[in-house]
């Protein structure tokens, strides 16, 4: 099986800053590509960053400049960083985890429980 553990969330003022941290551990072959997800109150779950195991990365447009997705392939770990944090961003945020199962290749994704973000105006 796959474990996929989130950490970092927690309160903080419009303004500040938080880290999400996030591991995935398991009898997998590879860790393909990595994302961070979030679900606010009566919304639907929406991609925040997301990155590929070569480091590209891909932002919403309203995190773009504020968040930024990096990820430790030896540690088969993602991490965001997220700045100048907004009220709007309140929400939980999910970690999601392709791995790569031997011997044929095949693809499937993980996620993780949340953590949940919460910014005060």
């Known amino acids: 099986q796959v474990q996929v553990v989130e950490s970092g969330g927690g309160l903080v003022q419009a303004g500040g800053s938080l880290r999400l941290s996030c591991a995935a551990s398991g009898s997998f072959f590879a860790v393909d590509i990595m994302g961070w997800y979030r679900q606010a109150p009566g919304r639907q779950r929406e991609m925040v960053a997301m990155?590929?195991?070569?480091?590209?990365?891909d932002y919403e447009n309203s995190v773009k400049g504020r968040f930024t997705i990096s990820r430790d392939n030896a540690k088969n770990s993602v991490y965001l960083q997220m700045n100048n944090l907004k009220p709007e961003d309140t929400a939980v945020y999910y970690c999601?985890?392709?791995?790569?199962?031997?011997?044929?290749?095949?693809?499937?994704?993980?996620w993780g429980q949340g953590t949940q973000v919460t910014v005060s105006s």
């Open positions: 999601k985890v392709w791995v790569v199962w031997m011997p044929d290749f095949r693809q499937d994704y993980y």
């Open positions: 990155i590929t195991n070569s480091s590209f990365a």
